[in-house]
């Protein structure tokens, strides 16, 4: 959506079609016809667009004869999302957007007015190269529901939060520096084991992941949890999910994976 602001910032009427209400299928049409590589990208959208169409005449989501037992027999299921930016998108996916903007910056004067951002000296080609990371990416593999069991351990999500500050991570030699308070090495109760292992499952939920993004952390916040009671210093954190913010508090024993004495 952002590139595509960018490609439409005062683009000349002429260029962006009269008639058609989809500018940014205009823009690449036109560049198309004398940029082999955006002519590409016309032809792979003007097939996706076909076949998202065969798709909705289909009853019941069902594919077309002539498809079935083909190599390529599955129509892309495409969000209304993605068919929005379909061109944007396709040129990133086929990995030559940067070259398509580089050469709409290159041959600016037939596109756009003398303001306009891709006409800019330093703007247009700085989006340019912008894109060449981007472009860089393989967009093979969407996200599932499995893909929870791949994320990062817990000792290397707390690293990353520099929850330990210049601490290594846990599975680390001994020669680590000190983390203040003594880890005890489990002798053989069951108990214990399954605690610490829970205790790493939910540290690792207070992290950022598909789920929850953490907006702020903070180390060392004292919590006070009885009137009798020392406060304890713990690691206070706000999460934002699809519905709802969350505040959470972990002392710093339970995400340094130390039992201590303390109940």
């Given amino acids: 959506g952002v590139v595509e602001a960018c ?3 005062m683009l000349k009427r002429r260029a962006a079609g009269f008639l058609r209400t989809d500018k940014v299928a205009a823009l690449f049409t036109k560049v198309g016809k ?51 930016h379909i061109w944007v998108r396709t040129a990133l996916i086929e990995k030559v957007l940067d070259k398509i903007v580089q050469y709409i910056v290159d041959n600016c004067s037939k596109y756009y007015e ?5 006409a800019d000296p330093v703007c247009g080609p700085i989006l340019a190269s912008l894109l060449v990371g981007p472009c860089a990416l393989e967009y093979t593999k969407l996200k599932t529901a499995d893909h929870y069991w791949t994320d990062p ?8 939060h520099r929850i330990h500050g210049a601490h290594g991570r846990q599975d680390s030699p001994s020669k ?20 610490a292992a829970s205790a790493r499952e939910y540290v690792e939920s207070l992290h950022q992941n598909s789920r929850t993004h953490l907006l702020y952390g903070k180390n060392n916040v004292l ?6 009671l020392e406060a304890i210093p713990g690691y206070l954190s706000l999460h934002q999910s699809a519905d709802s913010l969350t505040l959470k ?9 130390t039992l201590g004495d303390s109940e």
Avoid: Y
């Fill in 7 to 9: 490609l439409l910032h």
């Fill in 34 to 84: 004398t940029c082999a590589i955006a002519g590409d990208v016309c032809k792979k959208v003007q097939e996706l667009q076909q076949q998202v169409e065969s798709r909705k005449n289909q009853p019941n989501g069902q594919e077309p004869l002539k498809r079935q037992g083909s190599t390529t027999s599955k129509t892309p299921v495409l969000t209304p999302q993605a068919i929005k």
């Fill in 114 to 118: 003398k303001e306009a951002l891709l």
């Fill in 153 to 160: 351990s817990a000792d290397e999500l707390v690293q990353r």
């Fill in 176 to 195: 680590r520096p000190a983390l203040g308070i003594r880890k005890r090495h489990s002798s053989g109760s069951m108990s214990e084991d399954r605690f």
């Fill in 223 to 228: 919590v006070q949890p009885k009137d009798d």
């Fill in 249 to 257: 508090w972990t002392p710093n024993q339970l995400m340094n994976g």
